[in-house]
């Protein structure tokens, strides 16, 4: 019995630390060896009763029994803990790996950040070498616009001291032999055809043809004359006059104009001009006589607060009226104050490309002006693109009347009003177009028409009306060009 075996093996325990055990062998009565332990017990002088003997071997069972539930729970303890020491253990082990992932990201993080700073440095590098080089190009093309100019102050004075000498020349001759008197040998001509200044007036002339001279006014200069202020319907267009060529990509086509209602401090003379190609296009180029214009020296340069669209911008009274980039709104802007005066969206107005002219260019809106005041050419959704024509306030740009035509704004290539009449072109890049309809805003109708009109440089991107010269202006593929008229009497 495992409880006997217990109480025996506490006897000898305890009687280990008073006297020694005595072991005793002998056979059994059977013959088979049999050995005795005797253990002396340290506070009992005699065995107990049998009865004592059951009591005592149930108390040792009882304490055996406490003692293992003890030894379970202390197992179960033990068990907790090596579960919270091998946890704590694989903590350890994984800590570090997590500390070392964190810090290759904020390393990754901090090379990505340096890497870009070192892109942003390497492009502002770039630019600045850019500027640099535009600067260094400013300044050399300012070092040869300041010779050119001073070469043509040079030759000025030079065509200067050569006019006034053929005057006195030509005064002398006059003041010379009488009429009566036959005439004698003497100096066939006063021009000095070996001088340098002369030569340099004959390369600059410019070829007109005859009938230009008799029946026309010089196209570089204000018509003025008395008597050419009655309205009528258009009857001729003359050949073009080219008084300036654009240098760059961005003049391949633009707007130029004068203003048929100048004010203060301009004057019939003053001209602007706009080179319409690229995305923001703000700068006004202002050239305060014909001969800057003609040469290329602006005297001012506006730059518009928002950016316009296309070429239909024109100047009357002194205003600046254009279409403001990828919008329906119509802009007046004043040139003297360099000030927005107005802003009106035209309403249903197409814009950016819904219903622009033949020849594309975001034409969509296009501005004029004739003797009556202030014009806008347009098309909206509801005249299914036919061109629709509004008189607008020069003021406050409200609209004060509109005729709708059935004249479809993608079938012509420009347009342009004379005395109330919408007049339009067939074709941008024929050299032997036409002027092909008028519609008479007076009698609300419209007619065909075949008046010959050249495309001398076969892309005329814009064609506008200046009612006191009389003339068309018009841009033909990087070339600004004049058209002489005629009017039938009314």
Same mark, same amino acid.
């Given at each position: 019995?495992?409880?006997?075996?217990?109480?025996?093996?506490?006897? !000898?325990?305890?009687?280990?630390?008073?006297?020694?055990?005595?072991?005793? @062998?002998?056979?059994? /009565?059977?013959?088979?060896?049999?050995?005795?332990?005797?253990?002396?017990?340290?506070?009992?002088?005699?065995?107990?009763?049998?009865?004592?003997?059951?009591?005592?071997?149930?108390?040792?069972?009882?304490?055996?029994?406490?003692?293992?539930?003890?030894?379970?729970?202390?197992? %179960?303890?033990?068990?907790?803990?090596?579960? !919270?020491?091998?946890?704590?253990?694989?903590?350890?082990?994984?800590?570090?790996?997590?500390?070392?992932?964190?810090?290759?990201?904020?390393?990754?993080?901090?090379? /990505?950040?340096?890497?870009?700073?070192?892109?942003?440095?390497?492009?502002?590098?770039?630019?600045?070498?850019?500027?640099?080089?535009?600067?260094?190009?400013?300044?050399?093309?300012? /070092?040869? !616009?300041?010779?050119?100019?001073?070469?043509?102050?040079? /030759?000025?004075?030079?065509?200067?001291?050569?006019?006034?000498?053929?005057?006195?020349?030509?005064?002398?001759?006059?003041?010379?032999?009488?009429?009566? *008197?036959?005439?004698?040998?003497?100096?066939? &001509?006063?021009?000095?055809?070996?001088?340098?200044?002369?030569?340099e007036l004959k390369s600059?002339?410019?070829?007109?043809?005859?009938?230009?001279?008799?029946?026309?006014?010089?196209?570089?200069?204000?018509?003025?004359?008395?008597?050419?202020?009655?309205?009528?319907?258009?009857?001729?267009?003359?050949?073009?006059?080219?008084l300036r060529t654009a240098?760059?990509?961005?003049?391949?086509?633009?707007?130029?104009?004068?203003?048929? @209602?100048?004010?203060?401090?301009?004057?019939?003379?003053?001209?602007?001009?706009?080179?319409?190609?690229?995305?923001?296009?703000?700068?006004?180029?202002?050239? &305060?006589?014909?001969?800057?214009?003609?040469?290329?020296?602006?005297?001012?340069?506006?730059?518009?607060?928002?950016?316009?669209?296309?070429?239909?911008?024109?100047?009357?009274?002194?205003?600046?009226?254009?279409?403001?980039?990828?919008?329906?709104?119509v802009i007046r802007y004043?040139?003297?104050?360099?000030?927005?005066?107005?802003?009106?969206?035209?309403?249903?107005?197409?814009?950016?490309?819904?219903?622009?002219?033949?020849?594309?260019?975001?034409?969509?809106?296009?501005?004029?002006?004739?003797?009556?005041?202030?014009?806008?050419?347009?098309?909206?959704?509801?005249?299914?693109?036919?061109?629709?024509? &509004?008189? !607008?306030?020069?003021?406050?740009?409200?609209?004060?009347?509109?005729?709708?035509?059935?004249?479809?704004?993608?079938?012509?290539?420009?347009?342009?009003?004379?005395?109330?009449?919408?007049?339009?072109?067939?074709?941008?890049?024929?050299?032997?177009?036409?002027?092909?309809? %008028?519609?008479?805003?007076? *009698?609300?109708?419209? @007619?065909?028409?075949?008046?010959?009109?050249?495309?001398?440089?076969?892309?005329?991107? *814009?064609?506008?009306?200046?009612?006191?010269?009389?003339?068309?202006?018009?841009?033909?593929?990087?070339?600004?060009?004049?058209?002489?008229? @005629?009017?039938?009497?009314?």
């Amino acid at each position: 019995m495992p409880a006997v075996q217990l109480l025996l093996l506490v006897c !000898l325990l305890w009687g280990a630390g008073v006297r020694a055990a005595q072991l005793r @062998k002998a056979n059994d /009565r059977s013959g088979r060896c049999q050995y005795t332990f005797t253990v002396p017990s340290p506070n009992e002088s005699s065995c107990p009763e049998q009865g004592q003997a059951v009591s005592a071997i149930q108390d040792l069972q009882r304490d055996s029994s406490t003692q293992r539930a003890e030894l379970e729970s202390t197992k %179960a303890r033990l068990s907790s803990l090596e579960s !919270l020491l091998h946890q704590l253990n694989l903590d350890q082990a994984a800590g570090p790996q997590e500390t070392h992932e964190g810090l290759q990201r904020e390393l990754g993080a901090l090379r /990505r950040d340096r890497d870009r700073l070192e892109t942003q440095a390497r492009e502002l590098e770039v630019a600045y070498s850019n500027l640099l080089r535009d600067k260094s190009a400013l300044e050399e093309e300012k /070092r040869q !616009l300041g010779q050119e100019n001073e070469e043509l102050a040079r /030759r000025l004075e030079s065509s200067s001291q050569e006019a006034a000498r053929l005057r006195r020349g030509q005064c002398l001759q006059a003041q010379g032999p009488s009429r009566d *008197m036959l005439p004698g040998p003497r100096e066939v &001509s006063q021009w000095n055809l070996d001088n340098l200044a002369f030569q340099e007036l004959k390369s600059e002339l410019t070829e007109v043809p005859a009938s230009g001279i008799l029946k026309e006014s010089p196209s570089d200069h204000p018509r003025t004359k008395e008597g050419d202020n009655g309205c009528g319907q258009l009857v001729w267009v003359g050949q073009p006059v080219t008084l300036r060529t654009a240098e760059t990509l961005t003049g391949k086509y633009g707007v130029w104009m004068r203003d048929p @209602k100048p004010t203060y401090p301009y004057t019939q003379e003053t001209t602007w001009r706009i080179d319409t190609v690229g995305t923001d296009i703000r700068q006004v180029f202002e050239y &305060s006589r014909i001969n800057d214009f003609v040469q290329g020296y602006p005297s001012k340069v506006h730059v518009l607060p928002r950016p316009l669209e296309s070429t239909g911008a024109v100047v009357y009274a002194g205003s600046l009226y254009f279409q403001g980039a990828e919008s329906r709104t119509v802009i007046r802007y004043e040139l003297n104050t360099e000030a927005v005066k107005a802003e009106k969206e035209i309403p249903g107005a197409g814009y950016h490309g819904q219903f622009p002219y033949s020849w594309g260019g975001y034409t969509d809106i296009d501005l004029a002006v004739d003797e009556t005041g202030l014009w806008v050419i347009y098309s909206t959704e509801e005249a299914r693109g036919a061109i629709v024509l &509004s008189q !607008l306030n020069p003021e406050n740009l409200e609209l004060e009347r509109t005729w709708e035509t059935n004249i479809r704004k993608q079938s012509v290539a420009n347009a342009f009003v004379i005395c109330g009449t919408l007049y339009t072109i067939s074709s941008y890049s024929s050299a032997d177009a036409t002027v092909n309809f %008028a519609y008479n805003t007076g *009698m609300g109708s419209s @007619k065909s028409l075949s008046i010959p009109f050249k495309n001398h440089y076969k892309y005329t991107s *814009m064609i506008d009306y200046n009612p006191s010269e009389r003339k068309l202006f018009a841009w033909d593929n990087f070339n600004m060009v004049t058209y002489d008229i @005629k009017l039938s009497k009314m």
